[in-house]
């Protein structure tokens, strides 16, 4: 079976009853990690007995035998068990044949971590195709994705937040879920002495420093014409595991706001005032940047900008190119165009 879009939050609270295998893989760790912990949790009370829950390192199951015997094996103070492998690769999918094809007895659920599987895994596609397998993609979340989750966070935290905050954390947030979790529970620890509802100017305060990382420095490099910074940015990027599409997707949403805040420009308003009517805010220590950037950028650029990242997130998924190397290019071309255009306009 392979899930996909909103199957996939249902599935790990409540996985169907014939799966006995989930294969958890993607780009995202932090959503791995998080979805592999939700799987165990929906056995309820497996994970904190020690004759219902187990972990199996790779180098154990170099054949099917260890694996077949610990899922078929019954605990012996009743329940439902559950089996984690982690770091599985595509040197482990014989190990998971019979328990996918649905040939071992028993009813354990079995939960597989791994890394980022291309659409050839071999380990990816027995998972995909087993009568009792589940592949379970994590890939960065969505804007909306991630503003969703900020908003749950909050509710259940028993607090409230600015429509503009919530906003501001949704676009500027590291992609990676573990750390966006992370840094959400630092601004609600941060609030909740205090009564009253989260304002941006306090998102800004608590977590400026980690959502102006990572994908914003990629971002403002490009646009601003700075190839060296721009390639550190990128490398930076992708080990903290943003993959190119997110990559992509974080620069044309940045080009957009500059876009809108070209067009206020050129329609008459100060540089500042354009840039204070983009919601959610500019974030305080890039202003300046943003700011040199909406003057720098006419509308016809911005469109040529806009159109090479969509062509570079089409060769990514289609032409078979490595994705980093297609991205990396297209980004160098903005940067570069960036740089002539200040050149000229100095």
């Given amino acids: 079976m ?19 295998a989930v294969l958890v893989y993607g780009p995202d760790a932090g959503l791995v990690s998080e979805r592999v912990s939700l799987l165990v949790k929906s056995v309820p009370g497996a994970a904190e007995d020690p004759f219902r829950y187990a972990e ?13 015997d610990e899922a078929a094996a019954l605990s012996l103070t009743g329940g439902r068990r559950v089996i984690v492998v982690r770091g599985a690769t595509d040197g482990l999918a014989d190990s998971f044949a019979e328990l996918v094809d649905g040939q071992v007895p028993g009813d354990s659920l079995v939960v597989v971590e791994a890394g980022d599987l291309t659409g050839t895994s071999s380990l ?21 994705d991630r503003i969703g989750l900020i908003r749950a966070m909050v509710e259940d935290a028993g607090q409230r937040i600015e429509s503009a905050a919530l906003d501001y954390l949704g676009s500027s947030l590291p992609a990676d879920r573990l750390v966006m979790r992370r840094e959400i529970e630092k601004l609600l620890l941060y609030k909740s002495s205090e009564k009253g509802t989260i304002s941006i100017e306090e998102a800004e305060t608590v977590v400026g420093d980690a959502a102006a990382v990572s994908l914003d420095d990629v971002a403002y490099a490009t646009t601003g014409g700075n190839p060296p910074s721009l390639d550190l940015a990128v490398q930076r990027a992708l080990a903290d595991g943003n993959d190119p599409i ?7 949403r940045h080009l957009h706001r500059v876009q809108l805040a070209s067009a206020a420009y050129q329609n008459g308003a100060s540089p500042q005032i354009a840039m204070d009517r983009l919601r959610p805010p500019v974030f305080f220590k890039r202003k300046p940047e943003f700011q040199a950037q909406l003057q720098r950028w006419s509308p016809p650029q911005i469109d040529q900008a806009l159109e090479l990242l969509t062509e570079a997130e089409f060769d990514c998924k289609t032409t ?7 991205c990396s290019r297209a980004l160098l071309r903005i940067a570069n165009a960036g740089r002539r255009t200040s050149a000229r306009r100095n």
């Fill in 2 to 20: 392979q899930l996909k879009g909103r199957q996939i939050e249902a599935f790990v609270r409540r996985p169907e009853p014939g799966i006995r």
């Fill in 246 to 252: 997110a990559i992509i997707s974080a620069v044309r």
């Fill in 56 to 68: 199996l390192s790779p180098s154990s199951l170099k054949d099917g035998a260890a694996l077949n």
């Fill in 124 to 144: 990816r596609k027995m998972f995909e195709k087993g009568e009792t397998g589940a592949a379970l993609p994590c890939y960065a979340d969505s804007e909306e």
């Fill in 320 to 326: 078979g190119l490595p994705s980093e190397a297609v």
